[in-house]
């Protein structure tokens, strides 16, 4: 990746499933958030669920901290709790010095529960 101006940019052309880059997360929020979905939900009795009370926001380590998500992403983040670490994997063919973009994969999502 090319960083420029707090945007990573594609260094080459990545195609459908190429791995943009690995990072792990720290566990004090820096100047860099990046939402995690958290693996317990609890409903409130009368509020709606803010994007807070779903998500709890993390700082990435290293180029990964400048990958913003985006309407129209070009990269999926994986997310493996386990180790702490998050994975870019293309989602659509990506050019050189085209930004890159994300949103959570939807597997992000499985282990949630609701009550």
């Known amino acids: 990746m090319i960083i420029k101006n707090d945007t990573a940019y594609?260094?080459?052309?990545?195609?459908?499933?190429d791995v943009i880059c690995t990072s792990k997360w720290?566990?004090?929020?820096?100047?860099?958030?990046?939402?995690?979905?958290?693996?317990?939900?609890?409903i409130g009795d009368k509020q709606a669920i803010s994007t807070d009370d779903m998500f709890t926001?993390?700082?990435?380590?290293?180029?990964?901290?400048?990958?913003?998500?985006?309407?129209?992403p070009n990269t999926d983040a994986?997310?493996?709790?386990?180790?702490?670490?998050?994975?870019?994997l293309a989602n659509k063919n990506i050019?050189?010095?085209?930004?890159?973009?994300?949103?959570?994969?939807p597997s992000c999502f499985n282990?949630?529960?609701i009550r």
């Open 57 to 72: 926001f993390v700082s990435l380590i290293g180029e990964a901290k400048n990958i913003k998500s985006g309407p129209k």
């Open 111 to 113: 282990n949630v529960k």
């Open 10 to 17: 594609a260094d080459k052309d990545y195609q459908i499933k």
């Open 26 to 42: 720290l566990d004090t929020i820096g100047d860099k958030t990046f939402p995690l979905p958290k693996l317990d939900l609890e």
């Open 95 to 105: 050019k050189e010095s085209e930004e890159i973009t994300y949103t959570l994969h």
């Open 78 to 88: 994986y997310i493996d709790f386990d180790s702490q670490t998050i994975t870019f």
